[in-house]
């Protein structure tokens, strides 16, 4: 235990707390958790190596056994002492002392990313994804709605009961790509682990994450192949498109704002990248912002139709 108090204080910069530290013991007898560094400097720590001697045997003689005896009760006592509170037992501990250090508060979500997915880039691609639905779609789906950063995680369970009335949107703008049943009973599990790997995190409840998700996938990704089209951006395998093209057209698209444009590597290619996902950014709010994060496609790339 030692041990641990001592490296957890050195990695949070406490290597030399030890000079000129005093405790100090408050009215109620307890000494606070802000002064738990001098009494693991000036107590804990000295007694607990005048134990350690006596274990090893340094001291032998039946003087020095009565000694680790009593110093082993003087311990506990000293122990009880200093951070028993009998409203609230064990409040000032050391433990919780040095968890206090460790634990950051949770971080606060600042945006959103909506990740719309091409089926056939990602289907036909390197993605590492076996896509077993049939047919697989022909237009924009929702891989995800993904809280930046994550923030703290909620209670709320998951519940099917709660987006029942969501099911059959959810199950067209939001289809599990890796399963061949699309019923709703099937798709329950797969938005199960989109709300335990996401939506716990985004600051919204369980229907709410859904309703969301479904309300920017109709602003943003539904219909997005017919816009991209109207910018002579059309699906093929026998074209490719600059990215600075797409981009434009996807900027122009989403009301002036820009997203970005992700690429696979298509499948029995070595030389050719083709469209997987473009991904829009919200505020915390919920407000078109810039999607600043950069591409990783290559200056000509596929804007592949389904094979």
Aim: with cysteine.
């Amino acid at each position: 235990m030692l041990h641990v108090m001592c490296n957890v204080l050195k990695s949070k910069g406490f290597s030399n707390m030890c000079s000129g530290a005093h405790v100090k013991v408050g009215t109620s007898g307890c000494v606070s958790q802000l002064d738990w560094s001098a009494v693991i400097c000036e107590i804990i720590v000295p007694l607990w190596r005048e134990i350690d001697r006596i274990a090893v045997g340094e001291l032998k003689d039946l003087e020095m056994r009565i000694l680790h005896c009593v110093l082993i009760l003087a311990f506990a006592v000293l122990l009880k002492y200093f951070y028993w509170d009998s409203s609230n037992p064990l409040r000032n501990s050391p433990l919780n002392y040095l968890s206090s250090l460790q634990q950051a508060p949770p971080a606060q979500v600042t945006s959103y990313i909506l990740a719309t997915q091409w089926p056939p880039g990602v289907c036909d691609g390197n993605t590492g994804v076996t896509c077993q639905i049939k047919p697989v779609p022909t237009e924009f789906t929702i891989h995800g709605l993904w809280p930046q950063p994550n923030g703290a995680p909620s209670t709320e369970p998951f519940d099917a009961n709660k987006i029942a009335t969501l099911a059959s949107e959810l199950s067209k703008y939001w289809p599990n790509l890796k399963s061949k049943q699309q019923q709703i009973a099937f798709n329950i599990d797969f938005w199960k682990t989109e709300w335990n790997k996401h939506g716990k995190y985004s600051g919204l409840g369980v229907r709410e994450y859904f309703e969301k998700s479904l309300e920017l996938h109709k602003d943003a990704g539904q219909g997005l192949k017919a816009k991209l089209a109207a910018e002579k951006i059309t699906p093929t395998i026998y074209n490719t498109y600059k990215l600075v093209d797409i981009q434009a057209a996807v900027t122009k698209i989403n009301g002036g704002f820009s997203g970005t444009i992700i690429c696979v590597q298509r499948k029995g290619s070595s030389n050719k990248q083709q469209i997987q996902e473009i991904r829009f950014r919200y505020t915390n709010s919920f407000q078109k912002q810039n999607n600043l994060s950069p591409s990783n496609c290559d200056p000509e790339i596929l804007f592949p139709s389904p094979e």
